[in-house]
């Protein structure tokens, strides 16, 4: 059997990386951050040697981009020194790496498509943390980036289950239309990681850096508007464009984060469905319920 590790499976990610199909030979173990302190090297070196997994996927994050302005030491130690002791470790026993980033190590500056080759920069600590894992997980042959962005999926929290709790609770609503980026579900990422691990271990890729979002760019509140259009109740209040200096953050964030991912599609024949298509599915599934039993 191939034995596959998710660390950071209580998350969106990790949670659609359980109940995605994969390859009959593949042996799941999905790890929550409370069964494991991924923070502590030595823990995750223990089980790591233990387990001895051929592939380590790492969907756990510290994803609160406006609390770790004020939390830098945990973002660090979560985003980046973790990613350090799980490279480490699988390294040691021979194992593949697969982490998980994010297009908020870009500045948002430049006016196109962003490629894994355009330099990082980070403008708050989240963006910070996540380029120094991305570097620590570099370091070592065999571990694999991708970069994704704007994740949303029925299981969790996300910008999807908001804008629906909006509907319900107000009568005006009023989102960011000056920031673009691309929409991505967690399902579609979960449905690639499957075959990037499989990549991995046929010796498809040797490591490296990837985007991996859904082709199709939109401003947030654009995103919104999917979202409403989506669902069975709608939304007829009040729906305003604001400007990112009506709608004042703690942390800063990027203007401009498409992420280009078409080096994964030319080398791994991936491509993301359109978030539109996603977006229905999942708000579908959201209002029905189909999701409690998960």
């Given at each position: 059997m191939t034995r596959v590790l998710v660390c950071g499976a209580g998350g969106q990610l990790g949670r659609e990386l359980q109940r995605v199909a994969w390859p009959a030979q593949f042996e799941i173990h999905p790890i929550a951050l409370e069964q494991l302190d991924i923070t502590d090297e030595t823990a995750v070196a223990t089980l790591v040697a233990e387990l001895r997994p051929h592939v380590i996927v790492n969907a756990a994050a510290y994803t609160a981009v406006d609390r770790a302005e004020d939390e830098p030491a945990t973002a660090f130690a979560v985003n980046a020194a973790a990613v350090g002791h799980l490279a480490q470790a699988a390294e040691r026993c021979g194992a593949r790496l697969l982490h998980v980033s994010t297009d908020y190590v870009f500045d948002g500056t430049k006016t196109g498509w962003y490629v894994e080759s355009d330099p990082v920069m980070p403008l708050g600590v989240y963006g910070s943390s996540k380029a120094e894992g991305e570097?620590?997980?570099?370091?070592?042959?065999?571990?694999?980036?991708?970069?994704?962005?704007?994740?949303?999926?029925?299981?969790?929290?996300?910008?999807?289950?908001?804008?629906?709790?909006?509907?319900?609770?107000?009568?005006?609503?009023?989102?960011?239309?000056?920031?673009?980026?691309?929409?991505?579900?967690?399902?579609?990422?979960?449905?690639?990681?499957?075959?990037?691990?499989?990549?991995?271990?046929?010796?498809?890729i040797d490591g490296g850096l990837f985007h991996l979002t859904s082709p199709v760019p939109a401003t947030w509140h654009e995103f919104a508007a999917a979202i409403f259009n989506a669902s069975r109740h709608g939304f007829h209040g009040e729906f305003r464009k604001l400007t990112t200096a009506e709608y004042p953050t703690r942390a800063r964030r990027?203007?401009?984060?498409?992420?280009?991912?078409?080096?994964?599609?030319?080398?791994?024949?991936?491509?993301?469905?359109?978030?539109?298509?996603?977006?229905?599915?999942?708000?579908?599934?959201?209002?029905?319920?189909?999701?409690?039993?998960?």
């Open positions: 570097r620590l997980a570099l370091q070592y042959e065999g571990s694999t980036v991708l970069r994704t962005a704007w994740l949303f999926g029925a299981l969790g929290q996300n910008f999807v289950t908001t804008m629906l709790r909006l509907a319900r609770e107000r009568p005006s609503i009023g989102v960011v239309a000056d920031q673009h980026g691309c929409p991505t579900a967690a399902k579609d990422v979960a449905v690639a990681l499957v075959s990037v691990a499989q990549a991995c271990l046929d010796g498809t990027p203007a401009n984060s498409r992420l280009d991912s078409s080096l994964v599609e030319k080398k791994l024949g991936i491509r993301l469905p359109d978030w539109h298509d996603s977006v229905i599915d999942v708000v579908r599934e959201l209002e029905t319920g189909a999701n409690r039993s998960h």
